[in-house]
């Protein structure tokens, strides 16, 4: 078993939709979790960070860690073709990046 | 800044070359990072260094895999000889501290290996 399973998708919403990506960890002592947003033939790119349980706002997106469950989500409100992408979660037990262990990533596409 | 710089963006080779990858960290960060990314294993920590040192070598599939950081904006990653189980996105990444470190990837290099 991955310690971070991500629904690799893919996934096709209307634009202006509410889109809502999951992931589930194994590791109780995961600490820090974080979602990159991936562009065809791009590198990952830091989107939002949370430590330990609760939310995180930033404009459109929405991060969630519920520890209880060990599940993570992030919410993208009003989604734009703009926002089709990967995403892709992780996590670590603390906040140095060599030990991050990353989703396998959904692909996202909002279409116009 | 113009990010990390990763060269070339496409390699295509034979079965049993040598193929070597490159990378210019985003200046001013102290540690930088090799990552492999395939469809059935998604992104995997292949090394990662610190202040030009390799610390963590641990995710280095085989001997055939070596890296070096001769100083603290360039890294290479070889493949000698290459195989064509290695064709994959290969990713260099940089990071600094900010409450934790933060990643920032380079655009990556399609290495197929016929």
């Known amino acids: 078993q991955k310690e971070v399973e991500q629904d690799p998708g893919p996934l096709s919403v209307p634009e202006g939709a509410i889109v809502s990506l999951n992931c589930t960890y194994s590791n109780s002592a995961f600490q820090y979790f974080m979602w990159y947003r991936q562009y065809s033939r791009k590198g990952p790119e830091l989107l939002m960070y949370t430590y330990s349980s609760g939310n995180k706002e930033d404009g459109r997106f929405t991060a969630q860690v519920d520890k209880s469950s060990k599940y993570i989500s992030l919410f993208i409100r009003d989604s734009q073709p703009s926002d089709s992408a990967t995403y892709l979660c992780?996590?670590?037990?603390?906040?140095?990046?060599?030990?991050?262990?990353f989703g396998s990533g959904t692909q996202l596409t909002v279409l116009p | 800044d113009a990010g990390v710089i990763q060269s070339p963006r496409h390699e295509v080779t034979e079965m049993g070359q040598e193929v070597t990858l490159r990378c210019k960290p985003i200046s001013g960060h102290n540690s930088l990072f090799w990552y492999r990314q395939t469809m059935m294993r998604g992104l995997e920590l292949l090394i990662y260094f610190n202040n030009n040192v390799p610390i963590d070598d641990s995710g280095m599939p085989e001997d055939r895999f070596s890296a070096k950081m001769p100083n603290a904006s360039f890294s290479t990653l070889k493949i000698q000889p290459s195989e064509p189980r290695d064709s994959a996105v290969y990713f260099c990444?940089?990071?600094?501290?900010?409450?934790?470190?933060?990643?920032?990837f380079g655009s990556g290099t399609q290495l197929s290996v016929l």
């Open positions: 992780a996590s670590a037990l603390s906040g140095s990046a060599r030990q991050l262990t």
């Open positions: 990444a940089s990071s600094y501290w900010d409450g934790n470190e933060k990643l920032f």
